[in-house]
Protein backbone atom coordinates (compact mmCIF):
# COMPACT_ATOMS: atom_id res chain seq x y z
CA UNK A 1 0.00 0.00 0.00
CA UNK A 2 3.04 2.19 0.68
CA UNK A 3 4.58 1.48 -2.10
CA UNK A 4 1.34 2.44 -4.30
CA UNK A 5 1.06 5.62 -2.39
CA UNK A 6 4.89 6.69 -3.39
CA UNK A 7 4.34 5.63 -6.84
CA UNK A 8 1.12 7.45 -7.22
CA UNK A 9 2.84 10.71 -5.21
CA UNK A 10 5.83 10.28 -7.55
CA UNK A 11 3.78 10.29 -10.88
CA UNK A 12 1.78 13.34 -9.61
CA UNK A 13 4.87 15.29 -8.82
CA UNK A 14 6.24 14.45 -12.29
CA UNK A 15 3.37 15.18 -13.93
CA UNK A 16 3.28 18.99 -11.84
CA UNK A 17 7.25 19.43 -13.02
CA UNK A 18 6.74 18.30 -16.28
CA UNK A 19 3.44 20.47 -16.95
CA UNK A 20 5.34 23.71 -15.43
CA UNK A 21 8.38 22.67 -17.56
CA UNK A 22 6.30 22.36 -20.77
CA UNK A 23 4.47 25.55 -20.11
CA UNK A 24 7.73 28.08 -19.81
CA UNK A 25 8.52 26.29 -22.59
CA UNK A 26 6.20 27.30 -24.36
CA UNK A 27 6.06 30.42 -23.33
CA UNK A 28 9.29 31.10 -24.25
CA UNK A 29 8.83 29.80 -27.55
CA UNK A 30 5.92 32.11 -28.05
CA UNK A 31 8.23 35.40 -27.01
CA UNK A 32 10.53 33.90 -29.62
CA UNK A 33 7.68 33.26 -31.94
CA UNK A 34 7.01 37.27 -31.02
CA UNK A 35 10.02 38.71 -30.99
CA UNK A 36 10.87 37.22 -34.97
CA UNK A 37 7.70 38.16 -36.01
CA UNK A 38 8.22 41.81 -34.97
CA UNK A 39 11.91 41.56 -36.70
CA UNK A 40 10.35 39.94 -40.15
CA UNK A 41 7.77 42.99 -40.34
CA UNK A 42 10.54 45.31 -40.14
CA UNK A 43 12.74 43.23 -42.32
CA UNK A 44 10.11 43.25 -44.85
CA UNK A 45 9.30 47.10 -44.49
CA UNK A 46 12.66 47.92 -44.94
CA UNK A 47 12.57 45.82 -48.22
CA UNK A 48 9.51 47.12 -49.49
CA UNK A 49 10.68 50.91 -48.85
CA UNK A 50 13.58 49.98 -50.82
CA UNK A 51 12.71 48.30 -53.94
CA UNK A 52 9.27 49.71 -54.48
CA UNK A 53 11.12 52.92 -54.42
CA UNK A 54 13.80 51.78 -56.85
CA UNK A 55 16.35 52.27 -54.64
CA UNK A 56 17.71 48.99 -54.84
CA UNK A 57 18.16 47.46 -58.30
CA UNK A 58 17.92 43.93 -59.91
CA UNK A 59 19.70 41.00 -57.64
CA UNK A 60 20.33 43.41 -55.33
CA UNK A 61 18.21 41.23 -52.54
CA UNK A 62 20.26 38.30 -53.40
CA UNK A 63 23.33 39.83 -53.05
CA UNK A 64 22.14 41.22 -49.24
CA UNK A 65 21.25 37.74 -48.58
CA UNK A 66 24.50 36.24 -49.81
CA UNK A 67 26.37 38.86 -47.93
CA UNK A 68 24.55 37.68 -44.71
CA UNK A 69 25.55 34.34 -44.71
CA UNK A 70 28.94 35.32 -45.73
CA UNK A 71 29.01 37.93 -42.43
CA UNK A 72 27.14 35.27 -39.71
CA UNK A 73 27.96 31.77 -41.05
CA UNK A 74 25.19 29.15 -40.03
CA UNK A 75 22.47 32.22 -40.28
CA UNK A 76 18.77 30.20 -42.03
CA UNK A 77 15.91 31.73 -42.41
CA UNK A 78 16.95 34.85 -44.71
CA UNK A 79 17.68 33.69 -48.48
CA UNK A 80 16.37 35.88 -51.27
CA UNK A 81 13.16 33.93 -51.23
CA UNK A 82 12.93 34.37 -47.49
CA UNK A 83 13.41 38.35 -47.73
CA UNK A 84 10.62 38.73 -50.40
CA UNK A 85 8.62 36.91 -48.48
CA UNK A 86 9.40 39.64 -45.52
CA UNK A 87 8.15 42.03 -47.86
CA UNK A 88 4.97 40.48 -48.42
CA UNK A 89 3.69 40.09 -44.77
CA UNK A 90 4.57 44.03 -44.03
CA UNK A 91 2.54 44.80 -47.32
CA UNK A 92 -0.04 42.61 -46.62
CA UNK A 93 -0.36 44.18 -42.93
CA UNK A 94 0.90 47.86 -44.41
CA UNK A 95 -2.37 49.07 -42.27
CA UNK A 96 -1.28 47.85 -38.62
CA UNK A 97 1.84 50.10 -38.37
CA UNK A 98 1.10 53.21 -36.49
CA UNK A 99 0.62 57.07 -37.26
CA UNK A 100 3.94 57.21 -36.31
CA UNK A 101 5.95 54.28 -37.76
CA UNK A 102 3.87 55.21 -41.05
CA UNK A 103 5.27 59.30 -41.23
CA UNK A 104 8.87 58.41 -40.01
CA UNK A 105 8.91 55.89 -42.84
CA UNK A 106 7.54 57.47 -46.08
CA UNK A 107 9.14 57.28 -49.01
CA UNK A 108 10.39 60.87 -49.30
CA UNK A 109 10.30 63.43 -52.04
CA UNK A 110 13.47 63.94 -52.46
CA UNK A 111 14.88 60.87 -54.22
CA UNK A 112 18.54 62.46 -53.67
CA UNK A 113 18.08 61.40 -50.13
CA UNK A 114 15.64 58.62 -50.13
CA UNK A 115 18.37 55.95 -49.55
CA UNK A 116 19.19 57.86 -46.68
CA UNK A 117 16.36 58.10 -45.61
CA UNK A 118 15.15 54.61 -45.81
CA UNK A 119 18.66 53.01 -45.01
CA UNK A 120 18.27 51.97 -41.31
CA UNK A 121 15.80 49.28 -39.76
CA UNK A 122 13.06 51.95 -37.32
CA UNK A 123 11.51 50.27 -34.38
CA UNK A 124 8.11 48.81 -35.10
CA UNK A 125 4.73 49.95 -33.41
CA UNK A 126 1.63 47.80 -34.02
CA UNK A 127 -1.73 50.35 -33.93
CA UNK A 128 -4.24 47.73 -33.49
CA UNK A 129 -8.22 48.19 -34.21
CA UNK A 130 -10.44 46.46 -31.14
CA UNK A 131 -11.75 43.95 -32.99
CA UNK A 132 -8.29 42.83 -34.17
CA UNK A 133 -7.05 39.04 -32.50
CA UNK A 134 -3.68 40.18 -31.80
CA UNK A 135 -2.55 37.46 -29.04
CA UNK A 136 -4.07 34.88 -32.26
CA UNK A 137 -1.24 37.27 -34.64
CA UNK A 138 1.29 37.01 -32.15
CA UNK A 139 1.07 33.35 -31.69
CA UNK A 140 1.17 31.84 -35.11
CA UNK A 141 4.27 31.07 -37.57
CA UNK A 142 5.72 33.29 -39.67
CA UNK A 143 4.98 30.37 -42.43
CA UNK A 144 1.38 30.29 -41.25
CA UNK A 145 1.18 34.15 -42.16
CA UNK A 146 2.59 34.28 -45.35
CA UNK A 147 0.20 31.17 -46.52
CA UNK A 148 -2.39 33.52 -45.33
CA UNK A 149 -1.22 37.23 -46.42
CA UNK A 150 -0.29 35.06 -50.12
CA UNK A 151 -3.20 33.51 -50.49
CA UNK A 152 -6.48 35.58 -48.73
CA UNK A 153 -6.82 39.06 -49.51
CA UNK A 154 -9.68 40.28 -47.74
CA UNK A 155 -8.42 41.64 -44.20
CA UNK A 156 -11.87 40.30 -42.41
CA UNK A 157 -10.87 36.98 -44.12
CA UNK A 158 -7.40 36.93 -42.96
CA UNK A 159 -8.32 37.40 -39.17
CA UNK A 160 -10.43 34.83 -39.36
CA UNK A 161 -7.35 32.39 -40.92
CA UNK A 162 -5.28 33.87 -38.31
CA UNK A 163 -7.71 33.17 -34.97
CA UNK A 164 -8.16 29.20 -36.72
CA UNK A 165 -4.85 28.50 -36.74
CA UNK A 166 -4.12 29.86 -33.00
CA UNK A 167 -7.19 28.19 -32.00
CA UNK A 168 -6.69 24.69 -34.06
CA UNK A 169 -2.78 24.94 -33.76
CA UNK A 170 -3.15 24.02 -37.44
CA UNK A 171 -0.11 22.94 -39.64
CA UNK A 172 0.89 24.75 -42.80
CA UNK A 173 -1.08 22.09 -45.19
CA UNK A 174 -3.89 21.84 -42.80
CA UNK A 175 -4.16 25.58 -43.09
CA UNK A 176 -3.51 25.79 -46.84
CA UNK A 177 -5.94 23.22 -47.59
CA UNK A 178 -9.06 24.91 -45.01
CA UNK A 179 -8.42 28.21 -46.86
CA UNK A 180 -8.55 26.62 -50.51
CA UNK A 181 -11.78 24.99 -49.27
CA UNK A 182 -12.81 28.34 -48.13
CA UNK A 183 -13.92 27.78 -44.42
CA UNK A 184 -14.73 30.98 -44.15
CA UNK A 185 -17.75 31.42 -46.71
CA UNK A 186 -18.96 28.01 -45.21
CA UNK A 187 -18.33 28.33 -41.64
CA UNK A 188 -21.90 28.98 -39.91
CA UNK A 189 -23.78 27.71 -42.57
CA UNK A 190 -25.09 24.71 -41.30
CA UNK A 191 -26.45 24.66 -37.85
CA UNK A 192 -24.11 22.49 -36.11
CA UNK A 193 -22.97 21.54 -32.43
CA UNK A 194 -19.66 20.76 -33.96
CA UNK A 195 -16.79 22.91 -32.03
CA UNK A 196 -18.63 22.39 -28.71
CA UNK A 197 -18.61 18.27 -29.15
CA UNK A 198 -15.36 17.64 -30.98
CA UNK A 199 -12.46 18.22 -29.03
CA UNK A 200 -10.15 18.16 -31.49
CA UNK A 201 -10.60 22.09 -33.25
CA UNK A 202 -9.17 21.20 -36.60
CA UNK A 203 -11.15 18.06 -36.85
CA UNK A 204 -14.69 20.07 -35.92
CA UNK A 205 -13.45 23.06 -38.74
CA UNK A 206 -12.98 19.84 -40.99
CA UNK A 207 -16.15 18.43 -40.06
CA UNK A 208 -17.95 21.95 -40.70
CA UNK A 209 -16.31 22.37 -44.24
CA UNK A 210 -17.72 19.14 -45.02
CA UNK A 211 -21.80 19.45 -45.11
CA UNK A 212 -23.49 21.58 -46.64
CA UNK A 213 -26.42 23.52 -45.05
CA UNK A 214 -28.98 22.35 -48.29
CA UNK A 215 -28.47 19.69 -50.45
CA UNK A 216 -30.13 19.55 -54.58
CA UNK A 217 -31.01 15.50 -54.72
CA UNK A 218 -32.41 16.26 -58.23
CA UNK A 219 -31.55 12.29 -58.97
CA UNK A 220 -35.10 11.88 -56.54
CA UNK A 221 -38.13 12.63 -58.99
CA UNK A 222 -41.45 12.07 -56.78
CA UNK A 223 -43.70 11.86 -59.70
CA UNK A 224 -41.17 8.79 -61.69
CA UNK A 225 -42.06 7.33 -57.97
CA UNK A 226 -45.60 7.42 -58.46
CA UNK A 227 -46.14 8.68 -55.44
CA UNK A 228 -48.75 11.58 -54.48
CA UNK A 229 -47.21 14.17 -52.24
CA UNK A 230 -49.40 13.64 -49.25
CA UNK A 231 -48.52 9.75 -49.46
CA UNK A 232 -44.52 10.33 -50.07
CA UNK A 233 -42.52 8.94 -46.56
CA UNK A 234 -38.61 9.19 -46.08
CA UNK A 235 -38.21 5.36 -47.02
CA UNK A 236 -39.52 6.55 -50.50
CA UNK A 237 -37.07 9.25 -50.38
CA UNK A 238 -34.57 6.87 -49.14
CA UNK A 239 -34.49 3.86 -51.89
CA UNK A 240 -34.33 6.52 -54.16
CA UNK A 241 -31.05 7.21 -52.75
CA UNK A 242 -30.25 4.10 -52.52
CA UNK A 243 -30.76 3.42 -56.13
CA UNK A 244 -28.53 6.25 -56.47
CA UNK A 245 -25.62 5.89 -54.27
CA UNK A 246 -23.24 7.17 -56.27
CA UNK A 247 -24.48 10.38 -57.24
CA UNK A 248 -25.94 10.88 -53.33
CA UNK A 249 -22.14 10.78 -52.36
CA UNK A 250 -20.93 12.86 -55.15
CA UNK A 251 -23.66 15.14 -54.31
CA UNK A 252 -23.10 14.77 -50.46
CA UNK A 253 -19.54 15.51 -50.04
CA UNK A 254 -15.78 14.04 -50.97
CA UNK A 255 -14.54 11.29 -49.19
CA UNK A 256 -17.71 9.35 -48.36
CA UNK A 257 -17.79 5.70 -48.90
CA UNK A 258 -21.68 3.92 -48.50
CA UNK A 259 -21.93 1.41 -45.38
CA UNK A 260 -25.49 0.62 -45.53
CA UNK A 261 -29.18 1.44 -44.44
CA UNK A 262 -31.29 0.69 -42.29
CA UNK A 263 -28.47 -0.29 -40.57
CA UNK A 264 -28.87 -2.63 -37.87
CA UNK A 265 -28.17 -1.39 -33.94
CA UNK A 266 -28.66 -3.77 -30.89
CA UNK A 267 -28.44 -3.10 -27.21
CA UNK A 268 -30.26 -4.45 -24.26
CA UNK A 269 -32.35 -6.46 -26.46
CA UNK A 270 -33.54 -2.80 -28.16
CA UNK A 271 -33.24 -2.52 -31.99
CA UNK A 272 -31.92 0.79 -33.96
CA UNK A 273 -32.07 1.18 -37.62
CA UNK A 274 -30.44 4.51 -38.80
CA UNK A 275 -31.70 5.79 -42.21
CA UNK A 276 -27.88 5.97 -44.46
CA UNK A 277 -24.34 5.29 -42.69
CA UNK A 278 -21.77 6.33 -44.44
CA UNK A 279 -17.51 6.54 -43.74
CA UNK A 280 -15.69 9.52 -44.11
CA UNK A 281 -12.01 8.78 -44.97
CA UNK A 282 -10.73 12.56 -44.30
CA UNK A 283 -12.73 13.18 -40.84
CA UNK A 284 -12.09 9.40 -40.30
CA UNK A 285 -15.43 9.11 -38.50
CA UNK A 286 -19.09 6.95 -39.19
CA UNK A 287 -21.55 9.68 -40.97
CA UNK A 288 -25.14 8.60 -39.61
CA UNK A 289 -27.56 10.57 -41.92
CA UNK A 290 -31.67 10.87 -40.68
CA UNK A 291 -33.67 11.42 -43.79
CA UNK A 292 -37.35 13.49 -43.04
CA UNK A 293 -39.70 14.25 -44.92
CA UNK A 294 -41.02 17.58 -43.12
CA UNK A 295 -40.14 20.17 -41.00
CA UNK A 296 -37.57 20.01 -38.22
CA UNK A 297 -38.46 18.63 -34.98
CA UNK A 298 -36.70 18.57 -31.96
CA UNK A 299 -37.51 15.17 -30.91
CA UNK A 300 -35.14 14.17 -34.34
CA UNK A 301 -32.19 15.72 -32.31
CA UNK A 302 -32.48 12.97 -29.47
CA UNK A 303 -32.79 10.18 -31.79
CA UNK A 304 -29.84 10.68 -33.62
CA UNK A 305 -27.89 11.22 -30.47
CA UNK A 306 -29.14 7.70 -29.49
CA UNK A 307 -27.76 6.35 -33.11
CA UNK A 308 -24.42 8.13 -32.49
CA UNK A 309 -23.95 6.54 -29.11
CA UNK A 310 -24.79 2.69 -30.31
CA UNK A 311 -22.65 3.86 -33.03
CA UNK A 312 -19.53 4.72 -31.03
CA UNK A 313 -20.43 1.88 -28.78
CA UNK A 314 -20.69 -0.80 -31.21
CA UNK A 315 -19.39 -0.34 -34.47
CA UNK A 316 -16.24 2.34 -33.81
CA UNK A 317 -13.11 1.12 -34.63
CA UNK A 318 -10.53 2.24 -31.85
CA UNK A 319 -8.28 4.18 -34.45
CA UNK A 320 -11.72 6.59 -35.82
CA UNK A 321 -13.48 9.50 -34.47
CA UNK A 322 -16.46 9.75 -32.60
CA UNK A 323 -19.50 9.42 -35.05
CA UNK A 324 -21.25 12.21 -36.86
CA UNK A 325 -24.65 12.53 -37.09
CA UNK A 326 -26.77 14.65 -39.78
CA UNK A 327 -30.34 15.40 -40.44
CA UNK A 328 -32.09 16.21 -43.29
CA UNK A 329 -34.94 17.50 -43.69
CA UNK A 330 -37.54 19.45 -46.10
CA UNK A 331 -37.02 23.00 -43.78
CA UNK A 332 -35.69 23.98 -40.87
CA UNK A 333 -35.42 27.37 -38.81
CA UNK A 334 -31.49 27.62 -38.85
CA UNK A 335 -31.21 30.10 -35.17
CA UNK A 336 -34.00 27.45 -33.68
CA UNK A 337 -31.77 24.70 -34.45
CA UNK A 338 -28.58 26.03 -33.74
CA UNK A 339 -30.20 27.45 -30.37
CA UNK A 340 -31.18 23.80 -29.10
CA UNK A 341 -28.82 21.25 -30.63
CA UNK A 342 -26.18 23.00 -28.49
CA UNK A 343 -27.08 21.11 -25.32
CA UNK A 344 -26.41 17.83 -26.82
CA UNK A 345 -22.99 16.15 -26.56
CA UNK A 346 -22.80 14.39 -29.97
CA UNK A 347 -21.82 16.19 -32.91
CA UNK A 348 -24.51 16.83 -34.94
CA UNK A 349 -25.45 18.69 -38.10
CA UNK A 350 -29.20 19.76 -39.40
CA UNK A 351 -29.83 20.14 -42.96
CA UNK A 352 -32.14 20.56 -45.44
CA UNK A 353 -33.05 19.42 -48.86
CA UNK A 354 -34.68 20.07 -52.35
CA UNK A 355 -35.91 17.44 -54.97
CA UNK A 356 -36.61 17.81 -58.72
CA UNK A 357 -40.11 17.82 -57.75
CA UNK A 358 -39.12 20.80 -55.72
CA UNK A 359 -37.19 22.91 -58.49
CA UNK A 360 -40.03 22.20 -60.66
CA UNK A 361 -42.62 23.94 -58.59
CA UNK A 362 -40.08 26.77 -58.58
CA UNK A 363 -39.63 26.78 -62.16
CA UNK A 364 -43.51 26.91 -62.69
CA UNK A 365 -43.52 29.79 -60.42
CA UNK A 366 -41.16 31.80 -62.67
CA UNK A 367 -42.85 30.99 -65.75
CA UNK A 368 -46.23 32.56 -66.98
CA UNK A 369 -49.47 30.90 -66.78
CA UNK A 370 -50.20 28.56 -69.19
CA UNK A 371 -53.07 30.09 -70.83
CA UNK A 372 -50.63 32.83 -71.88
CA UNK A 373 -48.05 30.44 -72.99
CA UNK A 374 -50.78 29.00 -75.29
CA UNK A 375 -51.52 32.52 -77.03
CA UNK A 376 -48.16 32.81 -77.79
CA UNK A 377 -48.19 29.16 -79.26
Request: aromatic share 12%; glycine share 4%.
Amino acid sequence: MDEQLRYSDLANAVQVVKEAILQSQQRALGAINQEQLVLYYAIGRYVSVNTRNKNWGKGFIEAVSEQLRKELPGLKGFSASSLRKMRTFFEGWRQLSDNSFVATNELPADEQNSFVTTNELSTVRFNIEADFPIAAFMNIGFTHHYAIVSKVKDVEKRKFYIQFAADTKATVEDLERMIDDDLYSHQGTLPNNFKKTIPDQLQAYRAITMFKDEYLLDFINVEELFVREKDRDERMIEQSIIQNVKEFIMTFGKDFAFVGNQYHLEKYGVEEFPDLLFFNRELAALVCVELKDGPFKTSYLGQLAAYLRLLDDEVRKPNENPSIGIILCKSANKKFVEYVIQDYDKPMGVATYKTTADMNDRLRKLLPPVEDLEKLL
